[in-house]
């Protein structure tokens, strides 16, 4: 029985910003490192170092990157030491944030948009 919790526990993480347990590999076999739902993370390893951070702070969600080979990441700012990291989208990644992230700067452009039938 304590076998089966511990398994479970390796297997899983619990998500610090809504608290769902999710798996962590994806459904396409995949290694996830943030939440499914709400596509938050936590500052668990140090990127510059490629060791385990000491800083363990959230990480939110703060934009999408595509690569030249049209696959999705997904940049997140850790709200503790603002380390940037960048993740590859995973196939049940909660869609409708992920579109929602991918169109705000369309939203809020910088400059008037008048400006672009001028040119
Ligand atoms: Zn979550
Ligand atoms: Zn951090």
């Known amino acids: 029985m304590s076998n089966t919790a511990n398994t479970l ?23 996830r490192n943030h939440c499914p739902s709400c596509l938050h993370s936590q500052h668990v390893s140090d990127h510059v170092e490629g060791g385990p951070s000491e800083c363990d702070g959230r990480m939110s969600p703060i934009a999408i990157a595509v690569l030249r080979t049209g696959d999705w990441m997904l940049i997140h700012r850790c709200v503790r030491c603002d380390e940037l990291t960048s993740n590859p989208v995973c196939a049940d990644d909660n869609q409708l944030i992920l579109m929602r992230m991918a169109v705000r700067p369309l939203a809020q452009p910088p400059f008037p948009l008048e400006a672009l039938g001028s040119l």
């Open 9 to 31: 526990k390796i297997h899983t993480f619990t998500c610090a910003w809504c608290g769902l347990t999710a798996t962590k590999t994806a459904s396409d076999g995949s290694l």
